[in-house]
């Protein structure tokens, strides 16, 4: 037996209300770019919209002129979405209630996630929408992930509850040490004074 090896996400689809709204939303909200616009190939009924969340991928919503939103919070039964993430700079976060408050758009504020700031909001149609800015960039060569999974094992083995600043720091100085070389024979830490 073998894996089917992703390699990210390619798209997420999400089921809207009228073309116009969803456009408004997207990118006039959310700064998405509406690159693609075609029907709903399975059904001939609605549209399917396409936006660039950022990093090339794509969110696509299928729009229907007679759907109408509702505001009420989507479910959360299992196997529901819960929220979608979106990656933002910690300059675009800070200035997130702001923006936010000019629209009259209820928001949690900003939350401390140890490696991570969020703050949540719902779209038009009640769906939970997290910003989420990271607090570290990666050393060159690794990835978000790569960090997480060292801030978690060194946070796991210190018996810590979260993965905090610490965990994330330490991690980095591990990464580096493994991934870049160095002609000194002893890269311990040094106090040059």
């Known amino acids: 037996m073998r894996k089917l090896q992703t390699q990210g996400v390619h798209h997420i689809t999400l089921t809207g209300a009228d073309r116009q709204s969803t456009i408004d939303f997207w990118e006039g909200v959310l700064g998405m770019p509406f690159v693609f616009d075609q029907p709903n190939l399975d059904n001939p009924d609605e549209g399917h919209v396409y936006f660039d969340p950022g990093d090339g991928r794509l969110i696509t919503v299928f729009t229907n002129e007679t759907r109408k939103g509702t505001p009420d919070r989507t479910p959360t039964d299992p196997g529901c979405v819960h929220h979608i993430a979106f990656n933002v700079s910690q300059a675009t976060f800070w200035q997130a209630v702001e923006r936010l408050d000019e629209r009259g758009i209820d928001h949690s504020g900003p939350r401390d996630r140890g490696f991570m700031d969020s703050i ?4 038009p149609l009640g769906l939970l929408i997290e910003l989420a800015s990271y607090r570290f960039e990666p050393p060159v060569g690794c990835t978000h992930a790569d960090v ?5 094992r060194i946070r796991v083995a210190r018996g810590d509850y979260n993965i905090d600043r610490i965990h994330l720091a330490d991690a980095i100085e591990d990464l580096v040490t493994a991934h870049q070389d160095s002609l000194s024979e002893d890269r311990g830490p040094k106090n040059p004074w």
Do not use: G, I, T, W
């Not at 949540?120 to 779209?123: A, G, I, N, R």
């Open 120 to 123: 949540y909001f719902k779209d």
């Open 148 to 152: 997480l999974l060292r801030a978690h």
